[in-house]
Each structure stands twice: as structure tokens, then as C-alpha cells.
Nanobody, 118 residues
């Protein structure tokens, strides 16, 4: 069974930092893109960042400068470092892997909650 499991979320004060971790199991993701999305209360899920299999990264405009995606293929893991957290970063953060030709990701994690207090 293929799984993605996120961890590292929590309650932090504005200005703080968090490092989210997503670990895959059931298959290797080293040759696939891995990405982070988030869904804030009452809003649609939105793209945050992606890392290609070769480590090339791309960020949503709102994530540039404070978010850093990285991956460790030996551990089948992808990370999201978030610095200078803002209350508007409050959301459930999801990990996704294996981008299909139709533009959808094949695998999703269950999400980890990030709450930023002002």
C-alpha cells in the first residue's frame, strides 16, 4: 500500500518557523515530482511548492521567499521549511507525489495542521 505521511505541523506564533516532513512508503518516489499544497479554512486547496526528481523547485508566488522545499530521496522524503510564519499561513498542509500527465497527483497524504497565532 502506497502512503504519504506528513508530520511537523503545530501551533506557532507569528514570526516563527516550522519544518514539515512527508515520508513515502510502499514505493520509491525518487524519480517523481513531490509537492506541497495547503488548504486554509473555507478556501480551496492551493499549490505551494514542488520539487522535481532532480531537485528543481518551483514555488507559488505567495510562497516565494519564506518557503523552502527540499527532498531526500534516500529516505523517500520531502520537506517544507516555512519561515517568518504569518497568520494567513494557517492551513492544512498536504504532501503529494507522482504528477500524472493530466496534471493531477496520484498520491496524497492525510495532511498536517499548521496554525499561526498573531
Amino acid at each position: 500500500q502506497v502512503q504519504l505521511v506528513e508530520s511537523g505541523g503545530g501551533l506557532v506564533q507569528a514570526g516563527g518557523s516550522l519544518r514539515l516532513t512527508c515520508v513515502g512508503s510502499g514505493r520509491a518516489f525518487s524519480t517523481n515530482a513531490m509537492a506541497w499544497f495547503r488548504q486554509a479554512p473555507g478556501k480551496e486547496r492551493e499549490f505551494v511548492a514542488v520539487s522535481s526528481s532532480g531537485g528543481i523547485t518551483h514555488y507559488a508566488g505567495s510562497a516565494k521567499g519564506r518557503f523552502t522545499i527540499s527532498r531526500e530521496n534516500a529516505k523517500n522524503a520531502v520537506y517544507l521549511q516555512i519561515d517568518s510564519l504569518k497568520p494567513e499561513d494557517t492551513a492544512v498542509y498536504y504532501c503529494a507525489a507522482v504528477l500524472r500527465s493530466g496534471g493531477e497527483y496520484a498520491y496524497w497524504g492525510q495532511g498536517t495542521q499548521v496554525t499561526v497565532s498573531s
